[in-house]
């Protein structure tokens, strides 16, 4: 098997991220001699927390000048550590300062780079990669005879490492660098509180429901904002939403503040990984056929128990209205 160089960027904490961990599995999984290749400020931390992982040797390029992501500091450290370390075939999590650095370190080293990979196998004795295409609707299994192949893995697509930290022999690498940018602080619009949250262990997806008139002949939009804050509070969950519901601002129709397009699932939308999802107020089939393809455990909250979405495409329905589950959910949350 081609020998593999697995790379990583620290957290702030000097850890390594949940995505990190799964393309490490995914690395290991492969079977070839592996090399691990860690950036950061601080990387000991790192190094003892992935020290039973099976790498043959354990590469670092440490100090302030790489804690933080930029293009000019991030690239220089990669190719040192694929130089030192010779891999064919090179996985990283898709981070936004990994999908920024690699690709220009691949043509720095004549090599080739895949991004947005969901999956990697060993087919008829060769390498090949998992990848979505047309709108997520088209599975395509890619391999390549160029090297170093470097493949940059989505997160959700594998099961997270999960071993003993202990102790390890680092062999940390000096790498000079030029004059570099810096970054002084951050300026940016007031937008209220996160609701997009990839971590988080259940995503919420509302639909125009929400907005339409209630029993009582009304619409309540405040009060329905009201409602999936709470929840969003007390699960930590993250926040999505159907087309309809994010485009009816352009519709001169009450609509949900704490939404944007941002927060849209679907054909047009993101494709979240998240363990469990909870849809409410839904009625097209899209944004759960095509968005919710990856989520795990599936669930609904319908009125109406022959739409689209409950037909055959969640684990579970609940037939009630929204507005009064979710009362009674944020009530017991609040417990």
């Known amino acids: 098997m081609e020998p593999i160089l697995f790379l990583a960027h620290t957290e702030p904490d000097g850890t390594l991220a949940h995505s990190a961990l799964e393309s490490l599995a995914a690395a290991i999984s492969l079977g070839g001699p592996l090399t691990v290749?860690?950036?950061g400020a601080a990387v000991d931390a790192t190094a003892r927390q992935i020290a039973s992982c099976g790498a043959v040797r354990f590469l670092v390029v440490e100090g302030e000048a790489f804690a933080q992501s930029r293009y000019s500091t991030d690239a220089e450290a990669v190719e040192a550590l694929c130089r030192a370390a010779g891999p064919s075939l090179i996985l990283a999590p898709h981070t936004a300062r990994w999908a920024r650095a690699i690709p220009g370190v691949a043509a720095r080293l004549n090599g080739r780079a895949d991004t947005h990979?969901?999956?990697?196998?060993?087919?008829?004795e060769v390498p090949a990669i998992t990848r979505w295409f047309y709108r997520q609707r088209m599975e395509a299994v890619l391999t390549r005879s160029p090297r170093p192949w470097f493949v940059l893995l989505e997160s959700g697509c594998a099961a997270a490492w999960n071993g003993s930290a202990g102790e390890v022999e680092i062999e940390r690498l000096e790498v000079a660098t030029g004059p570099r940018s810096r970054v002084t602080g951050v300026r940016a619009p007031q937008t209220g509180e996160e609701t997009i949250r990839p971590e988080a262990k259940l995503l919420f997806v509302a639909g125009a429901g929400w907005t339409k008139k209630q029993t009582d002949g009304a619409s309540h939009g405040e009060r329905a904002e009201q409602l999936i804050l709470g929840f969003l509070h007390g699960s930590h969950a993250s926040l999505g939403s159907s087309k309809s519901?994010?485009?009816?601002?352009?519709?001169?129709?009450?609509?949900?503040?704490c939404l944007t397009h941002l927060n849209q699932v679907g054909q047009t939308g993101s494709t979240p990984r998240h363990p469990k999802g909870?849809?409410?107020?839904?009625?097209?089939?899209?944004?759960?056929?095509?968005?919710?393809?990856?989520i795990t455990e599936r669930r609904a909250i319908n009125l109406d128990a022959n739409c689209g979405w409950a037909r055959g495409k969640a684990d579970v329905v609940y037939i009630a209205d929204a507005f009064e589950v979710m009362e009674q959910v944020n009530r017991l949350l609040a417990h």
């Open 37 to 39: 290749g860690v950036v």
């Open 117 to 124: 990979a969901t999956g990697i196998a060993i087919v008829n």
């Open 245 to 257: 519901l994010v485009d009816q601002s352009g519709e001169g129709q009450s609509v949900l503040k």
């Open 278 to 294: 909870l849809s409410t107020c839904c009625h097209g089939e899209e944004p759960h056929v095509v968005g919710w393809r990856f």
